[in-house]
């Protein structure tokens, strides 16, 4: 089969020259210094670790519950304004701990936050209305806000507001026993509610459904309770379900908030109740997940508390970053003296591989939260080798053509077709291995996986669409012919005159 070379490759030199572009713009601007986001070993903080315990008469610890659970802690540490807090289990079942690590805050009373247990309860609505934005010069209210009476949160009801973010940071822990003017979550309605009348504990199962027996409409979200709940459920639906609006809404309150807000249309007396709306699917299970784990048959022990120094991070990272550095010079020098002008070519695509990166984990950590550790940081010098490897292995293999009577032009089509099957298999094996890595693992080995994998997807990325296509341009141009090509006759002992050379071989 004669090789040809191959054809507008400006075409992928344009498209990874849009990517580059693209993602430089997104992370330049509007940031204007943008950094990536550091964990806790860059960064310092607070970890602390937590232990799961079943309370009298629970079951064992499930894997849901423990999800619920660090979506619960998550929102509890963002409480404290560190959206970049990591929540994460290990191990499984009663052995599980739960390891929350919150960079940048050093707080012995974010312990005492985490370790208390849900609180999901029902409240009646007294008064609703739909958010105001606060008046001009108002003073903010903290909310919620508790009185002993509906009347004494009634001045407050009027002036609460629920645009800011501390009111609807959640993490409250409110007194059973009082009225309450509180947000729902998304901040849509501001509420007075009643003392509560059933605890979330009080719910044995939730489940979200389609309408039964082939009915039309959303989603819906079943409630069972136990006898005492049922039996509460029952006289609270008895005495309000003809009452107007919003009299005969009652509040489901997660930590403070309100999560739903439905309304009694008839009396339930067998304990099962149905709530329906205008849910989507995704919608109707995350409030049926609320309900059944709400209040959470697991207690949770400090093991331990750690405030975390960037200290010692700090200079193994300007370690690893000098060792990177004298690893990188090694391989541009090694590159540029050995391959000549190819070397170049190998260097240039080395800088637009760093930049990718760079422009990536700046991205991912805005977007889906990837924080950049110690770990992750060694992944990403590893990667220097990686990407190094495929330009020797393509050169070589272009070095072993010429050797054997090709044309340069020539004898890199023919490299290319045998290079990228050498290429593509090496780095399957390397992602192959992160992912399992990833997958398989927790804590610092997920970052450094994360790091790896990611640095050997944009290494095929750059192997394909900027190296092959520069190096065929250079194929075509009359440095490939001189001396400092570094694949001159003389140079690689071929052998063979040029003038010999054979334009079109059999691959």
Not at 67 to 86: H, K, L
Not at 87 to 112: F, L, R, T, Y
Not at 254 to 281: K, N, W
Not at 483 to 500: M, N, Q, T, V
């Amino acid at each position: 089969m004669s090789t040809k070379t191959a054809p507008k490759p400006w075409r992928a030199l344009l498209a990874i020259i849009a990517i580059t572009i693209s993602m430089g713009v997104a992370t330049f601007w509007p940031a204007t210094s943008p950094t990536a986001k550091l964990g806790l070993d860059l960064k310092g903080g607070t970890q602390v670790i937590l232990t799961p315990r079943v309370v009298e008469g629970a079951a064992a610890i499930t894997a849901d519950q423990l999800s619920q659970t660090v979506s619960i802690m998550r929102q509890r540490v963002n409480s404290f304004g560190v959206a970049e807090a990591e929540v994460a289990v290990q191990g499984s079942g009663n052995e599980a701990a739960i390891v929350v690590s919150v960079p940048g805050v050093n707080q012995q009373g974010i312990a005492d936050l985490l370790k208390q247990t849900a609180l999901l309860e029902f409240r009646t609505v007294s008064q609703a209305r739909s958010s105001n934005p606060p008046a001009e010069g108002a003073e903010p209210i903290a909310l919620p806000f508790e009185g002993v009476t509906e009347a004494d949160v009634t001045a407050a009801f009027g002036a609460a507001s629920c645009f800011t973010g501390e009111a609807l940071q959640g993490g409250a822990v409110l007194d059973a026993e009082k009225y309450v003017v509180t947000c729902s979550q998304d901040g849509s309605e501001t509420f007075i509610l009643a003392p509560t009348f059933i605890a979330g504990e009080r719910i044995s199962d939730s489940q979200a459904q389609l309408p039964a027996q082939g009915g039309t409409g959303s989603w819906v979200v079943t409630l069972d309770f136990d006898s005492q709940g049922a039996r509460a459920l029952a006289d609270v639906s008895q005495q309000i379900y003809q009452l107007p609006t919003p009299q005969n809404r009652f509040g489901i309150v997660l930590d403070g908030l309100v999560v739903s807000a439905p309304f009694f249309s008839e009396p339930i007396l067998g304990g099962q109740a149905q709530i329906t709306g205008t849910f989507t699917p995704e919608e109707a299970k995350a409030l049926s997940s609320v309900l059944r784990y709400g209040a959470l048959p697991v207690a949770l022990d400090i093991a331990e508390v750690n405030a975390v120094s960037p200290t010692l991070g700090v200079e193994q990272l300007n370690s690893g970053l000098l060792a990177g550095g004298i690893g990188l010079a090694l391989v541009v020098l090694y590159l540029i003296l050995y391959y000549r002008f190819l070397g170049f070519v190998a260097v240039i695509s080395l800088g637009l591989a760093a930049s990718l990166i760079f422009f990536a984990v700046v991205l991912l950590g805005r977007s889906i939260g990837f924080t950049l550790t110690l770990a992750g940081v060694a992944g990403l010098i590893v990667a220097i080798g990686i990407t190094a490897d495929t330009f020797v292995v393509y050169n070589e293999r272009i070095r072993d053509e010429i050797r054997s009577g090709k044309t340069v032009r020539t004898a890199i089509d023919a490299a290319w077709i045998r290079a990228r099957r050498t290429l593509l298999a090496a780095d399957f094996v390397q992602l192959l291995a992160a992912l399992v890595l990833y997958f398989l693992s927790v804590g610092a080995v997920q970052g450094f996986a994360f790091a790896l994998g990611l640095a050997t997807v944009i290494d095929v990325l750059v192997a394909f669409w900027f190296t092959r296509p520069l190096t065929v341009f250079f194929a075509r141009s009359r440095i490939a012919t001189g001396a400092l090509s570094g694949l001159s006759e003389k140079r690689l002992h071929a052998g063979i005159p040029a003038s010999k050379f054979k334009e079109e071989v059999s691959a």
